[in-house]
């Protein structure tokens, strides 16, 4: 089993940065996907991006939702088995719980793709 645990979620306001963390535990597999979703209010949970690793090669490919593309960057540490995302310029369409998700046999862009899920972190974006 993986356990994942999102933090760094909050309020802030338009233009403004945050830095969610998805901290893993557990289980250790040789091949991940790790990716970001998010689930407005009365929406369905969409994909935000994804990163995935190898234990020979380190970090391969990532992919990033076009809504999000050029605003926010995921990245992973692996020394702490964290993964990020870095959310930069952000918009009040943003807002909205943000689960980090774990694939351990190459996820793509699809929720079905993910074998484990985090609780969620809130994100609001309001002045």
């Known amino acids: 089993q993986v356990q994942l645990v999102e933090s760094g979620g909050g309020l802030v306001q338009p233009g403004g940065s945050l830095r969610l963390s998805c901290a893993a535990s557990g289980r250790t597999f040789s091949t991940s996907t790790t990716g970001w979703f998010r689930q407005a209010p009365g929406k369905e949970r969409e994909f935000v991006a994804r990163?995935?690793?190898?234990?020979?090669?380190?970090?391969?490919?990532?992919e990033y939702a076009d809504s999000v593309m050029g605003r926010f960057t995921i990245s992973r540490d692996n020394t702490k088995n964290t993964v990020y995302l870095q959310m930069n310029s952000l918009k009040p369409d943003d807002t909205a719980v943000y689960y980090c998700?774990?694939?351990?046999?190459?996820?793509?862009?699809?929720?079905?793709?993910?074998?484990?899920w985090g609780q969620g972190t809130q994100v609001t974006v309001s002045s």
């Open positions: 990163i995935s690793w190898t234990r020979s090669w380190g970090v391969g490919s990532m």
């Open positions: 998700a774990t694939s351990t046999a190459g996820g793509g862009s699809s929720r079905s793709d993910y074998n484990y």
